[in-house]
């Protein structure tokens, strides 16, 4: 499941308006998503869990977070550069394809072939425009044209209102990597990884409302373990593929908040804080208090 939500995070790369003319009513957070202060020597910040695509309307920023951003000094994303679609789109096609690809079709086991065929033409795409990228950036432009019936879109999503609060305030932004350590990460993977992502992302074609649904109910009201239930009851990402683009993510983004002093707001997709080596575990492992403030 963390690697389906994980592509929500990248969905804007393709450029596909992700609006339906009858959208489902967003809804409103009670309690709120889940914050944490991150806390050691000189550094006092925030850790906050996000969802990078949402429906209109979701009402999201408490007063609790509204004051952890006031007081923050500057924000931290997982790639500050993600926000330049121009750059974010160049670097995809430059690392996602290549020359003499077999069709896509080839690339799955045979008895998968049909299920992909099927999710390709409901997601809207084509198997020959799939065929020139690589599985792993197949994958991903498939998971974001099966999108489009979520009426989700991430310009609605969190970061673009972190991004607009802290340029209003004059405050730094940064990020934990770039784009090119987080296309990286699946760009690195053998073809055997590749071809098994593309596979679960064809399985997670099939209920894609009902699980975003739920994991969307459950950041609102900031239940971690809902989130951590989804990732048990989903179909299990394949190990390798699990270690590149989550787990040694995490290590290093530790590696980069380690150094930091001051009062960083550190936002990260929310299915990095939950599962085996998630951040906030390598946080304390690493000696950080981390509470949970809402």
Known sequence: MRLFTHFLALCALTLVAACGSDPAPAPVAKSGPALWQVQRGEMKGWLF????????G?????????EAMAKADRLVLEAADLQD???TLALFESMGRSPGLPPLDRRV????QAALNKAISEGGTSTQLLSGYESWAAAMLLSAATQQALNVSQDDGVEPVLIATFKKAGKPIGGLETIERQFGAFDTLPQAAQSR???????????MKGLYDRILKAWTTGDMDAIAKEDENGEQPDPMVEEAVLVARNRDWVKAIEPMKGAPFIAVGAGHLTGREN???LLKARGFAVTRVQ
């Open 49 to 56: 869990g996000t969802i990078h695509v949402l429906p209109k």
């Open 279 to 281: 951040l906030i575990d």
């Open 197 to 207: 992502l593309l596979v679960q992302t064809v399985h997670e074609a099939k209920d």
């Open 85 to 87: 679609e121009e750059k």
């Open 58 to 66: 979701v009402a999201w920023e408490t007063p609790t977070i509204s």
């Open 109 to 112: 086991p045979e008895e998968e």
